[in-house]
């Protein structure tokens, strides 16, 4: 018998927002990292009612980058820099914090009123120690711009790091792999052992790693050092993630992600204190600083 592919499985918790839901599978008190990634949404399915639309206000972020993928509906990202993006279906929007930078996160007025759809995936990459204090950037690739891995009955689109001899040109502050994979029923792809450490989620149909069934919206964090294979048994859709594993901890609060828990105070006094810079076009609201954060807490 084999050793099973999948050393540890992280049911996400879901938070019902009332006109959509948000699955967030890391970080969890039993794991906090997979690699760069640090944080792991999936939300939606969804169809907003006519009218309405998401609307994240502007909030900081600190030494990390967040990497927005969408597989429906559209979004409008401004940010401190003076970006004005909207992110569409297979683009990657990359916004490195650095030392800080704020952004909102919102439906485009032009599909409001028909009720815009939501689903996707948004991920935070922490940053490793000597590129904490980056200068903030952002940075939009189109999905036209993304290679496309298509064999019979797979169609993979690689969004970060390099698969199956194909390199996505994101910038990336560590090691990074990250890619959407759609397979056809009765259609496998191979899992390399090339990562440190890597994870897999399925997000649509019915998948399996080797013999090992995946549940939708499950965290499976897979066996080092083992190569496996994604097969489908009937149309299935499915994130890979991972690579570079971390030496030293991070430390999380609220959208604050740091190697240095005194770094993270500074940075609550500063937001509470609107030392932090505006988002041009998006000045009037702002998250205020929880005391208690209803996200994540970590260490």
Do not use: C
Request: aromatic share 8%.
């Amino acid at each position: 018998m084999t050793d099973s592919p999948i050393v540890q499985t992280i049911t996400p918790v879901t938070h019902d927002l009332g006109t959509f839901k948000v699955r967030r599978a890391l970080p969890t008190r039993e794991r906090t990292m997979v690699g760069p990634f640090i944080f792991v949404d999936e939300f939606g399915p969804a169809r907003l009612p006519p009218g309405q639309g998401m609307d994240v206000r502007p909030h900081p972020h600190i030494n990390l980058a967040t990497v927005t993928y969408l597989f429906e509906g559209a979004i409008e990202h401004r940010d401190s820099l003076g970006t004005r993006a909207v992110i569409e279906p297979g683009a990657i929007n990359l916004m490195t914090a650095g030392r800080g930078i704020v952004h909102s996160e919102r439906s485009p007025s032009a599909v409001r009123a028909e009720g815009p759809a939501l689903y996707g995936m948004q991920t935070w990459l922490a940053l490793p120690d000597d590129k904490e204090e980056l200068d903030p950037a952002f940075e939009h690739v189109a999905g036209s711009a993304l290679p496309l891995v298509e064999e019979e009955g797979v169609s993979a689109r690689v969004l970060m790091g390099t698969l199956w001899g194909k390199t996505a040109g994101v910038t990336e502050h560590s090691q990074t792999i990250y890619a959407d994979i759609s397979l056809e029923g009765g259609a496998s792809v191979p899992i390399d052992a090339i990562a440190d450490e890597r994870a897999v989620m399925a997000i649509e149909g019915n998948a399996s790693l080797d013999h090992d069934r995946l549940e939708l919206f499950t965290l499976y964090i897979l066996a080092p050092g083992q190569a496996m294979t994604l097969k489908a048994e009937t149309g299935s859709r499915n994130m890979l993630l991972g690579d570079e594993a971390f030496a030293t901890k991070r430390h999380v609060f609220w959208n604050f992600v740091s190697s240095s828990r005194d770094r993270i105070n500074q940075a609550k006094e500063d937001w509470k204190a609107r030392r932090f810079p505006l988002v041009p076009g998006d000045e009037e609201e702002f998250i205020p600083l929880p005391e208690i954060p209803l996200t994540v807490s970590y260490p």
